[in-house]
């Protein structure tokens, strides 16, 4: 029965990590991983199981973000556009500006990936959550500072991010959905779109690494899986309606307050 509510437990907790994952952005391998390591459970049961299920959680919310309206993903190609033109046959560009956005920040996470691997072999882990910590607590603050303004659209900020968020990920594991939301907000991506945005670039991201597990994965426990995606599943209908319903300004302010208490957490973690 010990063993059962356990599990149980389990499932309501990938449930509500879910919620605020989706609904904000970030937050579901941040609070399931330290919980479950707590619980007794090793790394190689807990990260599989995580990127599984922010894989298929991470599609599922995107479609569900489109068909409420929050976004607008269309990757049919963009034959119109220059790029495409001068590259004939070979040319591709999704049409709709946000699945550019998802494209460009999935594209340049390869590049930031690389980055990471050769930086983390030189320097200690200490200083590397440090660095993360304080991006993520600055970046909340310009947010809670600027709610009110609208920030003009940039590529160039885009690609930047990209690359920035998935060396995050690259180096602890983490970082990824706090930086890759509040970036594209301060780079003048809707709040709302940036949400979906997310949610389909982290997927894609999760993606890559679970078909890695499953190709070098011999020693790859999957026991968590399950539970973990059942948890989730269900609660992204949930938080695509919030998202949905949520005032855009107040909504920008919750991202801003969520993301500079994330990071200060982080802190308090690396020091105590």
């Given at each position: 029965m010990a063993i059962e509510s356990i599990f149980i437990g389990i499932f309501f907790l990938s449930l509500l990590a879910e919620y605020m994952d989706a609904t904000i952005g970030m937050g579901y391998g941040t609070t399931l991983t330290p919980l479950l390591l707590l619980i007794g459970f090793s790394p190689m049961q807990i990260v599989p199981s995580i990127l599984l299920s922010q894989f298929i959680c991470g599609i599922f919310a995107a479609r569900l973000h489109q068909g409420a309206g929050n976004v607008s993903f269309d990757f049919n190609n963009d034959t119109e556009h220059n790029i495409v033109k001068r590259?004939?046959?070979?040319?591709?560009l999704p049409r709709s500006k946000s699945s550019k956005v998802?494209?460009?920040?999935?594209?340049?996470s390869l590049v930031g990936v690389f980055i990471?691997?050769?930086?983390?072999?030189?320097?200690?882990?200490?200083?590397?959550k440090f660095y993360i910590s304080l991006i993520v607590v600055t970046m909340g603050i310009i947010i809670v500072a600027r709610h009110k303004i609208r920030n003009v659209f940039s590529w160039k900020k885009i690609i930047g991010l990209g690359v920035l968020a998935s060396f995050n990920k690259g180096i602890s594991g983490g970082g990824y959905g706090p930086l890759i939301v509040s970036g594209q907000i301060l780079s003048g991506v809707e709040t709302k779109n940036s949400i979906a945005i997310t949610a389909l670039a982290e997927g894609s991201t999760c993606f890559f690494g679970v078909i890695t597990y499953f190709i070098v994965g011999m020693n790859v426990d999957?026991?968590?899986a399950p539970y973990l995606v059942a948890g989730s599943v269900i609660s992204v209908p949930?938080?695509?309606?919030t998202v949905k319903r949520m005032p855009v300004k107040q909504f920008t302010l919750i991202i801003g307050v969520a993301t500079t208490l994330l990071g200060l957490f982080s802190l308090y973690k690396l020091f105590n």
């Open positions: 590259l004939g046959k070979l040319g591709y998802a494209m460009v920040l999935v594209l340049s990471a691997v050769l930086i983390a072999l030189a320097l200690p882990i200490f200083y590397l999957w026991f968590l949930l938080s695509v309606y």
